[in-house]
């Protein structure tokens, strides 16, 4: 019974977000965000993190790709058991033409790294926390407004990093 609700709410805002002609601005931002989610805003930071992060930068570059790690090697095995198509695979979408990075969709990757690396880093600059979880967020809905994931997807992706992110900060505290 949850598992049809879920499906069901998951099939409604892919139908919403695949046949929405967005305006140019909104097509260019999730296209953005969805590509700095690729990795290269996390670089950009772990780097600007290695030379002006003061006493504690070490540790959260460390906690930060562990957690990252970590994500990845989860959402590949997830991916792998789970064997969920894409909404892109079920629907056309109506203006993105994204190639999907592989074929599944369960839980999504890009969410997981984002999360677990905005909180891992977080929890070393707390200052940060809500410029990175705006980074995080907008990467994360940028998958679905471009059907690559499902909303569930996405949600799952981000409660997965988060608690990458905890644990890892755990381990190096």
Same mark, same amino acid.
């Given at each position: 019974m949850v598992?049809?609700?879920?499906?069901?709410?998951?099939?409604?805002?892919?139908?919403?977000?695949?046949?929405?002609?967005?305006?140019?601005?909104?097509?260019?931002?999730?296209?953005?965000?969805?590509?700095?989610?690729?990795?290269?805003?996390?670089?950009?930071?772990?780097?600007?993190?290695?030379l002006?992060g003061?006493?504690?930068?070490? %540790?959260?570059?460390?906690?930060?790709?562990?957690?990252?790690?970590?994500?990845?090697?989860?959402?590949?095995?997830?991916k792998?058991c %789970?064997r969920?198509?894409?909404?892109?695979?079920?629907?056309?979408?109506c203006? %993105? #033409?994204?190639?999907?990075?592989?074929?599944?969709?369960?839980p999504?990757?890009?969410?997981? #790294?984002?999360? %677990?690396v905005?909180?891992?880093?977080?929890?070393?600059?707390?200052?940060?926390?809500?410029?990175?979880?705006?980074?995080a967020?907008?990467?994360?809905?940028?998958?679905?407004?471009?059907?690559?994931?499902?909303?569930s997807?996405?949600?799952?992706?981000?409660?997965?990093g988060?608690?990458?992110a905890?644990?890892?900060i755990?381990?190096?505290?």
């Amino acid at each position: 019974m949850v598992r049809s609700l879920i499906t069901k709410g998951d099939y409604s805002v892919m139908r919403r977000a695949n046949n929405w002609e967005a305006p140019h601005w909104v097509r260019l931002y999730v296209m953005s965000a969805t590509r700095v989610g690729d990795g290269w805003l996390w670089y950009a930071m772990g780097l600007v993190i290695l030379l002006f992060g003061g006493r504690s930068r070490f %540790a959260a570059a460390g906690a930060a790709a562990l957690s990252a790690g970590l994500g990845i090697a989860a959402f590949r095995f997830l991916k792998k058991c %789970a064997r969920r198509q894409r909404p892109c695979a079920i629907e056309p979408h109506c203006w %993105a #033409t994204l190639l999907p990075p592989d074929r599944f969709s369960f839980p999504s990757g890009h969410t997981i #790294t984002a999360f %677990a690396v905005a909180l891992s880093l977080a929890g070393f600059y707390p200052s940060l926390l809500v410029g990175l979880l705006f980074c995080a967020s907008s990467i994360a809905v940028s998958r679905i407004l471009l059907g690559m994931h499902f909303l569930s997807d996405v949600l799952a992706g981000a409660l997965i990093g988060s608690g990458l992110a905890y644990g890892v900060i755990w381990l190096v505290r």
